[in-house]
């Protein structure tokens, strides 16, 4: 009787990652891991501390790493020995997110297909140590309230401190550098987009309340993100309604093919492939519907998103998938 015929190896790809430790979990977690693995992807942690040339060879490399982080691990001369496991993304490109002042100028490049709709960016300025330039600069291109946002986007906890200011006075407490954004109402939520390559999806969060004329001629001062919640308190405000929203789950997401064709659009102009948008919807537009992109980070955490595990691992899957030179 014949011996039965040996099956095929299953072909199997290393996904080398570099992400620091506080983020692991929120961008990849066990459960990633191993479903994965099941896929056939082996995902390896790099030690950004020793040349990639001793650690590899990866079919591809997925990483949040600082700029510094990169000169120990030589990339240039890894790359060159191996060109066919991609780095994504590449460094200089991610850069361009750190940048509040430059992150959202991709937006102003996009063209939209979709009738009746548009997205643009608010109206910013960027303010060094000379708050009175940036305060005339105010009185004829912005209107308060504005978001004072932290110049450099680099994911420490300095970055995310984001504060609201309401008048001139508060202004003048703010440290810069900042961008100083102008605040638009948006129904108190924000459509966060996750794009990992091709894969775009779309999910609801709280944000800020709607702050009528009225209110904000009252409101003095400066006030931490952390404490936005208090308006609908001090405004007698407190049950959702107005400015505020209660069901979450019954704001109107934006079609799908918008949402498809804004990842695939800031992809192209970006140059990048692990992003989120945050996104609103303007709740005073008319005739239209307007949304505003507020802010782009890169590698978020994927670990929030309902069934994450498939939706990056399709991902990895299309970064090997026409990679299969690379000799392990």
């Known amino acids: ?19 620091p430790p506080k983020k ?12 994965a693995k099941q896929r056939g992807l082996d995902l390896i942690p790099i030690d950004p501390t020793k040349p ?27 790359s060159s020995q191996h060109p066919h496991g991609p780095v994504i993304d590449p460094p200089h490109l991610v850069e361009r997110l750190r940048d509040r002042s430059s992150m959202l100028d991709a937006v102003k490049h996009l063209q939209t297909s979709f009738q009746n709709v548009t997205v643009s960016i608010p109206n910013q300025v960027v303010v060094d140590t000379d708050h009175a330039n940036a305060l005339e600069q105010l009185s004829s291109n912005l209107r308060f309230p504005v978001i004072a946002k932290p110049l450099v986007a680099d994911g420490t906890a300095r970055s995310h401190e984001l504060r609201l200011v309401f008048d001139r006075e ?9 961008v100083l954004q102008e605040f638009v109402n948006h129904g108190g939520v924000v459509f966060k987009v996750y794009v990992a390559g091709e ?11 709607d702050i009528t ?12 993100f952390s404490q936005i919640s208090n308006l609908h308190v001090q405004d ?16 109107k997401t934006p079609p799908q093919g918008l949402i498809t064709e804004l990842g695939r659009a800031l992809r192209e102009e970006l140059g990048l492939s692990l992003f989120n948008v945050d996104v609103i919807r303007e709740s005073d537009a008319k005739n239209c519907e307007s949304y505003m992109v507020i802010d782009v980070n890169y590698f978020p955490g994927y670990s929030k998103l309902p069934c994450y595990e498939p939706f990056m691992t399709d991902f990895l899957l299309d970064c090997v998938g026409n990679n299969t030179t690379l000799k392990i």
């Open 170 to 178: 508060g202004l003048k407490t703010v440290n810069a550098p900042v």
């Open 199 to 209: 894969h775009v999806t779309c999910v609801k969060r709280r944000s800020l309340p």
């Open 52 to 78: 990639l040339t001793q650690q590899g060879p990866f079919h591809c490399i997925i990483h949040k790493l600082q700029p510094q982080d990169w000169a120990q691990l030589d990339l240039a001369h890894y």
């Open 236 to 251: 007698g405000d407190g049950d959702g309604d107005g400015d505020g929203v209660n069901d979450i789950g019954k704001v």
């Open 1 to 19: 009787m014949a011996e039965p015929a040996e099956q095929p190896k299953t072909q199997r790809y290393r996904i080398g990652y570099a992400l």
């Open 213 to 224: 004329e009225e209110r904000a001629k009252t409101l003095k001062g400066t006030m931490p």
């Open 24 to 35: 692991l979990q929120n961008s990849l977690g066990t459960s990633l891991l191993d479903y």
